[in-house]
């Protein structure tokens, strides 16, 4: 028997959980298993809000990733995916290309800008390593520079977007503030955090006390939130509202959905918002050979309900889709994927989260605890004992 090729697109929760269950899985004979991402380490998306605000150091949320796979079952390459050749089974990196039997998307989202003018011009994101990069440097810019012109404007940040993302990153940012003024020389009293959502609500799709409790929080931080608000413009000193109003300030994050990459409706696949619909075993229908998971994927369960994108479901996905690959190698019968939610905790400050357990509703300092645990237990399903204790306390 011809031995097969498994490629892997994207180092990510998704990427990485197929990669290393495969390598548990397959017998060398098998298959050859190759993963392509980025970066030659893998950024905790989780954790992306963390270190613009300040409060953790960019290089505590990267994984390597030679330090998770095993190097003798897993080739790594570090590349940028440019194309997926469907006809010829082919991805085309940048000088290169490499053939597939069986290939794994998991390219993760970019941000939704909604073809909203001066958002790409004058706005930050945060979700992946070089836009939280980027956020960083601007905020401690603003505060340096606040330090020499007294510009009110340099210390007004405008969060666009009030859902996950969002309230985790404002909360951040406001729990740090007092650390970050007395760094720089900077009064308190000067920093301005706005929240502009353009629902009746922030965090919509979530439990009622979850958001009141958020509110409550983001209440005490100092931060303003206006609802049943639109940014219709971004201009590099501040937002212009439905309303005609103006909201001054330097620093603009933009938070308000992901979509998919150009790359999986450039070769061809029917996309959504660029994201691909699969099938129960995480195929894209009518081919067999190819599973999109994670962010890049549209999942419904029994009912034609959407899963929402979270590192929960794409963990599960990256475990399943390797489990999948295995059977359709060995010509058995691939199981439907049946996603476990176990609950979602938000974040809101270093000390502080909201969320449901298994059902139970938790906040505050045990919330905050129960969202460590969640990453904890994510080092040991890759398996290093090593990585555990290195970032456990972090
Ligand atoms: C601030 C923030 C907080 C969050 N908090 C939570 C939470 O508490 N709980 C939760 O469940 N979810 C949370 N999420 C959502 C969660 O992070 C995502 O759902 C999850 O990361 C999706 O995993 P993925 O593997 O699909 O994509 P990612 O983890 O984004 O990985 C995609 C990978 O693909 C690589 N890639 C992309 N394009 C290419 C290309 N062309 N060539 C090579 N490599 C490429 C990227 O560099 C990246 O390494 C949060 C998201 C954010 C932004």
């Known amino acids: 028997m011809k031995k097969k090729q498994i490629v892997i697109l994207g180092g990510g929760y998704a990427g990485v959980m197929t990669a290393i269950n495969l390598q548990k899985k397959i017998k060398n004979k098998e298959a050859d298993i190759i993963l392509v991402n980025y970066e030659d380490y893998q950024y905790l998306t989780t954790k992306l809000h963390e270190p613009p605000a300040g409060t953790l150091q960019e290089d505590k949320i990267k994984i390597m990733i030679n330090e998770i796979i095993d190097t003798n079952k897993v080739i790594f390459k570090k590349a940028t995916v440019i194309g997926i050749d469907k006809e010829n089974k082919k991805v ?15 390219f993760g989202a970019v941000p939704e800008t909604f073809e909203t003018p001066g958002v790409k011009e004058h706005a ?5 390593f070089d836009s939280i990069h980027q ?10 520079t606040y330090s020499k012109e007294a510009n009110d404007d340099l210390l007004s940040f405008i969060v666009v977007g009030g859902g996950f993302t969002g309230v985790e990153f404002l909360s951040e ?6 650390a970050l003024c007395n760094k720089y020389g900077v009064p308190l009293e000067k920093i301005k955090i706005n929240c502009v959502e353009a629902s009746s609500s922030i965090l919509r799709e979530f439990e009622g006390e979850m958001i009141n409790y958020s509110l409550y929080v983001l209440e005490q931080y100092g931060i303003k939130i206006r609802c049943n608000k639109k940014v219709i413009r971004c201009e590099n000193d501040g937002v212009i509202l439905d309303n005609s109003e103006k909201i001054y300030g330097n620093t603009i994050i933009w938070t308000v959905g992901i979509k998919g990459t150009h790359i999986s409706s450039q070769a061809g696949f029917n996309v959504i918002n660029g994201r691909v619909k699969i099938n129960e075993f995480l195929q894209v229908p009518d081919e067999e050979n190819i599973f999109f998971i994670g962010d890049s994927s549209i ?12 590192a929960q479901i794409a963990i599960q996905q990256g475990e399943h889709c390797a489990r999948n690959i295995v059977a359709l190698i060995r010509g058995k019968a691939l199981k439907p994927f049946k996603y476990i ?25 045990i919330a905050s605890l129960l969202k460590k645990v969640t990453e904890w237990r994510y080092y040991l399903k890759l398996g290093s004992i090593k990585l555990f204790l290195k970032k456990m306390f972090i």
């Open 92 to 106: 085309l990196l940048g000088n290169e290309k490499l053939d597939y039997d069986y290939l794994v998307v998991a």
């Open 124 to 128: 930050y994101f945060i979700y992946n």
């Open 135 to 144: 956020l960083r440097n601007q905020i401690k810019t603003m505060f340096q």
């Open 173 to 178: 940012l406001a729990y740090n503030a007092p």
């Open 299 to 310: 999942y419904t369960d029994e009912r034609g309900n959407e899963e929402p994108p979270t």
């Open 341 to 365: 939610y176990r609950g979602t905790l938000m974040s809101l400050g270093r000390k502080k989260a909201t969320g449901v357990v298994y059902g139970i509703k938790v906040k505050g300092r």
